[in-house]
């Protein structure tokens, strides 16, 4: 077996196969992984909202769309899929640490190393694992028709790490629309804080650390959790739904909302 790497486009099935979309998508990763481990402050915020947006709607479509049809398809599917959802697992957990340390804070220096080391080992099971056995069962028609499919989801998919919720159907799916809709909110409100570089902006960092918790909230709602493997469950998952942090929530969404309507 070969390594998706090494292959040409017309090798994985063509340019809307979804092992090419894969490859394209773990290069631009690679470029953003160098890019943040040369940079700090503002820029190393920037390079890691970009890998976040990258990253997480990547891994859904995957665990959603992709990982289902490798367990049908393959006899060792189940063990080789659980792998990289534990890597994910362990990417949303370190994601979700990152957001309780300030920038600057020595703290984060082994969190982001552990981040770039097991985001490049996922590539590798993947490319060099788990998408030349997908090959060896899948033919190049319906390579395309999941490429579809993976891509479809990509773009409405969260784009923020959750770690509370399953890796697995039906729970990531049901979490997915309230989800996308936080954390897309959250990605403009980001945007215009670092439009700013260093310059502090208070209420834009009250507004995202309350988006932040709304979505945490969120992910506590009892299905969302429904179809996980004990082994990628976090253990605070049975703490029960925090209505007081929803309520609360709920309130400051449709706030940000409203807001953004009026400047419009
Ligand atoms: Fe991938
Ligand atoms: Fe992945």
């Keep these: 077996m070969r390594s998706v790497a090494e292959q040409s486009t017309d090798e994985l099935g063509g340019r809307m196969s979804v092992l090419a979309r894969q490859k394209s998508d773990h290069v631009v990763l690679n470029g953003l992984l160098e890019e943040l481990q040369g940079s700090s402050g503002s820029a190393q915020q920037h390079a890691l909202l970009r ?18 049809v490798i367990r049908r398809a393959l006899p060792e599917g189940d063990e080789l899929t659980l792998e990289v959802e534990r890597e994910h697992q362990e990417v949303n957990e370190l994601v979700t640490t990152l957001e309780t340390l300030p920038v600057g ?81 959250r990605d403009a409100v980001d945007a215009r804080r670092l439009r700013g570089g260093a310059a502090p902006r208070p209420a834009l960092d009250w507004v995202s650390r309350g988006l932040t918790r709304t979505a945490h909230a969120i992910e506590h709602l009892p299905l969302l959790g429904r179809g996980e493997d004990p082994s990628t469950r976090r253990g605070d998952r049975a703490a029960g739904f925090p209505w007081g942090t929803a309520a609360g929530a709920a309130a400051l969404v449709l706030a940000v909302v409203a807001l953004l309507r009026r400047r419009r």
Aim: aromatic residues 6%.
């Design 51 to 68: 890998i976040y947006r990258l990253v997480f709607p990547h891994a859904f479509a995957e665990e959603s769309v992709l990982w289902p």
């Design 105 to 185: 804070d020595a703290r984060r220096v082994p969190v982001l190393d552990r981040l770039v080391e097991v985001l490049r080992e996922d590539v590798r099971d993947e490319e060099d694992e788990l998408f030349p056995r997908l090959q060896t069962r899948v033919g190049r028609r319906q390579l395309q028709l999941l490429g579809v499919a993976w891509e479809v989801v990509r773009r409405i998919a969260p784009t923020r790490a959750h770690p509370v919720v399953a890796r697995r159907p039906p729970g990531n799916v049901v979490a997915a629309l309230p989800l996308t809709a936080v954390d897309r909110l």
